[in-house]
């Protein structure tokens, strides 16, 4: 039976081609693919993308309703990676902080904490007040990773599509995955020196 699975949610912050790219990259890595997807998410996909709702649904190998709360990702029993929120608004994040689900998609990550898997937050606001900052405590504290989708210009990115690769593909990373979308300092990027150790040694 395939246990490689990843849930990807998607909320209504701005950046939802955050969560595109994860749906895609995970195609490309052959891991199954569980969507959940607020209302508002797919409003602001009309937004920011030419993209329409039934394409970004058919990225996913199963694509959820937000009221489906009998779904199987909605059960311990049901066996993934853990869970990726790109974007995740503060409002999702907040909710899942308190274990007061309304949603399939806090529900899919109270889950996700409960069973000791790995949660990923790509949260998208700035900047933050105290209240959001202590969110994130508590969440860090129940086993979540709060990852904001940042820039990593030493990659010399050459477009948007660079800087969102990056970002998904870092997010990828720690759930173990490696996608060829990731650019690594000291492989991929010049100026990036392995240790002496590292290197191979001449040829007798």
């Given at each position: 039976m395939n246990t490689d699975r990843l849930i990807i949610?998607?909320?209504?912050?701005?950046?939802?081609?955050?969560?595109?790219r994860a749906l895609e990259a995970l195609k490309t890595l052959g891991v199954?693919?569980?969507?959940?997807?607020s209302k508002a998410a797919?409003?602001?996909?009309?937004?920011?993308?030419?993209?329409?709702i039934r394409t970004f649904r058919g990225l996913s190998d199963y694509c959820y309703k937000m009221p489906d709360v009998g779904a199987s990702?909605?059960?311990?029993?049901?066996?993934?990676?853990?869970m990726l929120i790109a974007p995740c608004s503060v409002r999702t994040m907040s909710e899942i902080a308190t274990g007061v689900?309304?949603?399939?998609?806090?529900?899919?990550?109270?889950?996700?904490l409960k069973e000791r898997r790995r949660l990923v937050l790509m949260v998208?606001?700035?900047?933050?007040?105290?209240?959001?900052?202590?969110?994130m405590e508590a969440l860090t504290e129940m086993g979540a990773i709060i990852c904001p989708p940042l820039p990593a210009f030493y990659t010399n990115p050459k477009s948007l599509d660079d800087i969102v690769d990056q970002s998904v593909g870092r997010a990828l990373d720690l759930f173990g995955l490696d996608w060829d979308g990731t650019r690594?300092?000291?492989?991929?990027?010049e100026g990036g020196r392995?240790?002496?150790?590292?290197?191979?040694?001449?040829?007798?």
């Open positions: 949610g998607v909320s209504g912050a701005s950046g939802i081609i955050y969560g595109v199954e693919s569980h969507l959940v997807a797919e409003m602001t996909l009309g937004y920011e993308t030419d993209m329409d990702i909605a059960s311990g029993s049901f066996k993934t990676r853990g689900t309304s949603s399939l998609l806090t529900r899919a990550a109270d889950v996700v998208r606001e700035t900047p933050y007040h105290l209240g959001h900052i202590r969110t690594r300092w000291g492989e991929d990027v392995r240790p002496a150790a590292a290197t191979k040694p001449a040829s007798a």
